[in-house]
């Protein structure tokens, strides 16, 4: 549900503070737009075409995703000492079947193919600052798991 939380510092700041030495962490993090757009059939990564402010506005109050891409947990947990684990399980639904994965990298071709990045190249121009120098591969993952072990 971290997903859902807009001051995601303070939330890993607090989970932090209560986490013993040695302690883990586990959380799945979905990046999709829960149907906010993809409902009405537009394009899956629609929702990170908005602004940080517009974003806030529009969905702040309403447990609308927060955006937070996948590579800022990586190094948040990297930037306080975690040892951390990544495994990718979803990919982005650009084609009617949802490709379900459970692995630490995407492999062309087996997780994702030309329609999917074609169709990364069709949003890329119009994304937030915020999200246009991801990867594809990052903007290809749809959900993520990442464990973070606290230092002993």
Known sequence: MLEHIFNIDKALESMDALLKPGGCMIHEVDLRDHGMFTGYGLHPLTFLTFGKGVWHYMSADNGSPNRVPMRYYIDYFQRRGYESELLKIMVMPFTDQENKVRKKE???????????????????????????????????????????????
Request: aromatic share 8%.
């Open 106 to 152: 995407l492999e062309f071709g087996i997780d994702y193919d030309e329609t999917a990045l074609r169709m990364i190249r069709r949003i890329r121009p119009l994304l937030d600052s915020t999200f246009a120098s991801l990867s594809d591969e990052d903007l290809l993952v749809g959900a993520f798991v990442i464990v973070a072990r606290k230092k002993a």
